[in-house]
């Protein structure tokens, strides 16, 4: 993940005075429906190990396939194995809220969380006046009255108006003005309700947006229109749904269809899914089909026909830097006007679980590579978490330095009194002989 910001207001900035024990933490998720890179940042898990492998839910015995809202209200698709933050959170004894965040609707080992507000059917995402109202919520209610500890909240523009006209458009730029608006009034409610210094926030995203190359000098991604492929050979497939795309080919086909389209388009990748490179966890986790595809960035798979008609897309390799979101946090544990060095999704679980002091389930992520960002603490009461492993280290270290210097000290001063001793003892009889000595000459 990278520091990337797309103009948030400077004004956001938080004091850094702790006058709480307990400090409350609010996630801004800003961006789109991706379900997918949801469960990378609430559980810290890559996506093979956490199992949502797509916006869709998908059978390929049945052939059915659900659209990303009723994909929501599958729980087996999502409780597979991983826990989001906020079931941590209420098992630890916190409280925690989850507003229109993916996810939300769904059941997590017989447990939801249990102050949530799932998004409508038809929700506009691209008014103002619903974030406001949403923020009213979050701030005024959960955190002010009902004093919860944790919660999310979900916001799903620039994605929707960057797919429509493209990342560098007008309308874009706009809905990024609006997003900044919405920035400062969260801050402005968290002030209005003395939360200043008591609450932490991340504001983070899920990808990034690049333009999709087309016209009629370009060369487009149809399988179809590849030679040797047949969509006969296929029992089901996911494409059509932009960079990426999946096959399950049918049985006896599988290096048919393979041999056919690796190297079908200069801008095509294909893989089986058992040699995907390794650094895009995306090989081991059984619902990922046999065949996994990717274009270049600014190319889409279509299938048959070419029906894809966003103007701007991702799902392009994470290594391309329009594919880089953007973080930022604020708040009596970070530190001010601080950059700091890109980091993966999933190191943002363990930050949040550590600011909430609760213990993390197991998860792909680890706390050094964010906690640099943090304040240290300087007084902590009563929480053995917040003392870190090098710090227990030099204390210990210490300990011992000191307990042999008093060791040196006895063994020193011992051998320094044993020393003065003799040397008294000798000087006496010194004195005894001369006395003597005397007392022999006086008679005389």
């Given at each position: 993940m990278s520091t990337q910001d797309i103009g948030f207001r400077q004004n956001l900035e938080l004091t850094n005075v702790r006058m709480h024990p307990l400090v409350f933490v609010l996630v801004m998720f800003i961006n789109c429906l991706t379900c997918i890179l949801y469960l990378c940042f609430s559980s810290g898990r890559y996506i093979e190990n956490h199992g949502v492998i797509h916006n869709i839910w998908f059978n390929t015995t049945t052939q059915e396939k659900k659209q990303y809202y009723m994909t929501q209200f599958v729980d087996s698709y999502?409780?597979?194995?991983?826990?989001?933050?906020?079931?941590?959170?209420?098992?630890?004894?916190?409280?925690?809220?989850?507003?229109?965040?993916?996810?939300?609707?769904?059941?997590?080992?017989?447990?939801?969380?249990?102050?949530?507000?799932?998004?409508?059917?038809?929700?506009?995402?691209?008014?103002?006046?619903?974030?406001?109202?949403?923020?009213?919520?979050?701030?005024?209610?959960?955190?002010?009255?009902?004093?919860?500890?944790?919660?999310?909240?979900?916001?799903?523009?620039?994605?929707?108006?960057?797919?429509?006209?493209?990342?560098?458009?007008?309308?874009?730029?706009?809905?990024?003005?609006?997003?900044?608006?919405?920035?400062?009034?969260?801050?402005?409610?968290?002030?209005?309700?003395?939360?200043?210094?008591?609450?932490n926030i991340i504001i983070t995203a899920d990808h990034g947006m690049t333009t999709v190359k087309r016209g009629g000098t370009v060369n487009e991604i149809i399988l179809s229109k590849i030679p040797g492929f047949s969509f006969r050979d296929i029992k089901f497939h996911l494409v059509d749904y932009g960079p990426s795309g999946m096959l399950l080919p049918k049985e006896g086909k599988l290096e048919t269809v393979y041999q056919a389209l690796k190297g079908g388009h200069p801008h095509l990748h294909v893989y089986k899914k058992e040699e995907m490179p390794a650094r895009l966890h995306y090989s081991k986790h059984p619902r990922l089909l046999p065949i996994i595809l990717f274009a270049d960035p600014g190319y889409v798979i279509n299938g048959f026909l070419p029906v894809q008609f966003h103007k701007g897309e991702h799902g392009f390799d994470n290594e391309e830097m329009d594919?880089?979101?953007?973080?930022?946090?604020?708040?009596p544990d970070f530190?001010?006007?601080?950059?700091?060095?890109?980091?993966?999704?999933?190191?943002?679980?363990?930050?949040?679980?550590?600011?909430?002091?609760?213990?993390?389930?197991?998860?792909?992520?680890?706390?050094?590579?964010?906690?640099?960002?943090?304040?240290?603490?300087?007084?902590?009461?009563?929480?053995?978490?917040?003392?870190?492993?090098?710090?227990?280290?030099?204390?210990?270290?210490?300990?011992?330095?000191?307990?042999?210097?008093?060791?040196?000290?006895?063994t020193i001063s011992n051998a320094w009194c044993k020393r003065s001793r003799a040397q008294n003892s000798s000087k006496l009889e010194l004195t005894a002989g001369e006395e003597r000595k005397d007392m022999k000459q006086t008679s005389f």
């Open positions: 999502w409780d597979n194995g991983s826990l989001p933050i906020w079931i941590t959170a209420q098992r630890q004894g916190l409280k925690a809220g989850s507003l229109h965040f993916p996810g939300t609707a769904a059941t997590y080992r017989k447990e939801i969380v249990r102050v949530r507000q799932v998004e409508p059917r038809f929700f506009d995402h691209s008014n103002e006046t619903d974030w406001q109202l949403n923020i009213d919520k979050v701030v005024g209610e959960w955190f002010h009255q009902q004093d919860l500890d944790f919660v999310s909240l979900y916001f799903g523009e620039p994605d929707l108006v960057g797919h429509k006209y493209g990342p560098d458009s007008p309308e874009r730029k706009e809905m990024v003005k609006q997003v900044d608006r919405t920035v400062g009034y969260i801050r402005d409610k968290i002030q209005q309700h003395g939360l200043t210094d008591k609450l594919m880089k979101p953007f973080f930022r946090a604020v708040g530190k001010k006007n601080l950059v700091f060095a890109p980091f993966e999704t999933v190191h943002v679980y363990p930050l949040m679980c550590h600011l909430l002091g609760m213990k993390p389930e197991i998860n792909d992520g680890h706390l050094d590579d964010t906690k640099g960002m943090l304040v240290p603490k300087i007084n902590p009461e009563g929480d053995g978490n917040e003392m870190d492993t090098q710090f227990q280290v030099v204390i210990g270290l210490s300990a011992m330095a000191g307990f042999l210097v008093l060791v040196f000290i006895a």
